[in-house]
């Protein structure tokens, strides 16, 4: 069952056998089409989950649908250098249609307990990797921490090693300014991947 589209054939037009005269479409259970870059390749796995968004800002919009990875080709497209995948997606979404151009987030990995920090926050000097924190209670002190760093997801960055929840970490230093912090709280975190899709 679905929804009758644009019946092409007009009053008056001859038709043969095997014209086609419309197309049935159902948005109930819809495929996407998605390309991957080779290094993501080795990550793939048919099951992941795929988060559906009309857009590339994911923090601020609501999922449109979730779907799983159904195929993983097991060729490569010679012209884009990308693997081709397909993702099934159960819909009950009247906004997520057939045809439309949407972007997906591939959740390669989840953690439900990770510390993270603000990318900002983190400081680069040669080979290690430094947050500055908040100490002191009257008269806070800034001090510098080493971190091991982990997964990178955009605005935010894991931190294996180094600080614990209850830290409070600096985003940014201005000498001779009061110290503003956040404190650093156990986090959700998913390692991810957006490449842009269409359903169909």
């Known amino acids: 069952s679905g929804v009758v589209d644009d019946i092409e054939p007009k009053v008056g ?49 609501e999922v449109l649908g979730v779907g799983q990875v159904s195929f993983i080709s097991p060729s490569i497209d010679a012209d884009s250098q990308l693997k081709p995948i397909e993702v099934l997606v159960e819909n009950d979404n009247p906004q997520l249609k057939d045809g439309r151009v949407v972007i997906a987030k591939i959740v390669f990995r ?42 990178n997801q955009g605005d935010r960055t894991e931190i294996l090693r180094g600080l614990q929840p209850g830290d409070r970490s600096i985003d940014y230093l201005v000498w001779g300014k009061s110290i503003t912090w956040r404190s650093i709280v156990h986090f959700p975190l998913s390692l991810s991947f957006l490449p842009s899709a269409r359903t169909n």
């Open 13 to 61: 037009d001859y038709l043969r056998e095997g014209d086609e005269l419309t197309s049935i479409i159902q948005n109930s259970v819809l495929k996407l089409n998605l390309s991957v870059p080779l290094e993501r390749a080795s990550q793939l796995s048919l099951g992941l989950s795929v988060e559906i968004f009309d857009t590339f800002d994911t923090k601020e919009k």
């Open 110 to 151: 989840e953690r439900q307990l990770a510390i993270v920090v603000p990318s900002n926050a983190i400081v680069f000097q040669g080979e290690q990797r430094f947050v500055y924190v908040a100490q002191g209670t009257d008269e806070l002190v800034a001090k510098k921490i080493a971190v091991e760093l982990g997964e």
